[in-house]
């Protein structure tokens, strides 16, 4: 049973440009979870999909975008690239309609801007 | 806003010895608390987590937790440290209600367990 996965592993990008990260979650999980870790930070929620709609949102510009699709693998966006987003970022999913946020962590998308 | 402390940095401890690392908790209402390990070059693992119930959690790899209301605090521990349990170490807090809940993380403390 495959785990999260996420795509690319690393990317390398300049200021302005727009990166695309994808998630695809464990196998029976139908909410995935974007955070942010910037480096010797604890990760930052970013926001949340299950049903294909985004259902909750952390302190992030509208730069940061998402998307998720029928099979419950999401796409993160983000434009206008910065410095400043230069981070590891991780992709969590769960199983919504049990309560207990044991998310399971994909091994991220460590995004470098130049 | 939920929110959890973790006052270490990093902590260094020698195998073989006992190990705590601390978090405090800000929480309205019943705090559901988590702790996550992290090691090099990978996602985060789930240790354990409290909700309700008795005060000492046991979870993954040996690792224990005690919840303590009076202190807002929600420590990890471990009896006998290995060197295989250096990593980052995060505290987390559930943050929001119902099913669109999330975690909210610390700032993470490093363990460094020498030989």
């Known amino acids: 049973d495959a785990g999260v996965t996420q795509s690319p592993t690393h990317l390398i990008k300049t200021r302005g440009q727009q990166v695309t990260l994808r998630c695809s979650p464990k196998?029976?999980?139908?909410?995935v979870s974007w955070y942010q870790q910037a480096l010797g930070q604890g990760p930052q929620f970013i926001f949340q999909?299950?049903?294909?709609?985004?259902?909750q949102r952390g302190n992030f510009p509208d730069r940061f975008s998402g998307h998720q699709f029928p099979n419950y693998s999401s796409e993160l966006n983000v434009n206008a690239l910065l410095l400043g987003d230069s981070a590891l970022y991780l992709c969590?999913?769960?199983?919504?309609?049990?309560?207990?946020?044991?998310?399971?962590f994909g091994s991220g998308t460590q995004l470098s801007v130049l | 806003a939920q929110s959890v402390a973790q006052p270490e940095d990093q902590v260094n401890v020698a195998e073989g010895n006992p190990l705590t690392v601390k978090c405090t908790y800000s929480?309205?209402?019943?705090?559901?608390l988590f702790w996550y390990v992290q090691y090099p070059n990978r996602g985060l693992q789930f240790l354990l987590k409290?909700?309700?119930?008795?005060?000492l959690v046991k979870g993954s790899y040996g690792f224990e937790a005690e919840f303590n209301k009076s202190q807002t605090s929600f420590h990890l521990k471990k009896p006998s440290a290995l060197v295989s349990d250096s990593a980052l170490y995060f505290c987390?807090?559930?943050?929001?209600?119902?099913?669109?809940?999330?975690?909210?993380f610390g700032k993470g403390t490093m363990l460094l367990v020498s030989p």
């Open positions: 196998s029976g999980h139908d909410t």
């Open positions: 409290y909700i309700t119930g008795d005060n």
């Open positions: 969590a999913s769960s199983v919504t309609r049990v309560f207990d946020e044991k998310l399971f």
């Open positions: 999909y299950y049903e294909e709609e985004e259902r």
């Open positions: 929480v309205s209402g019943n705090p559901y």
């Open positions: 987390a807090v559930r943050d929001g209600r119902g099913r669109y809940s999330t975690l909210t």
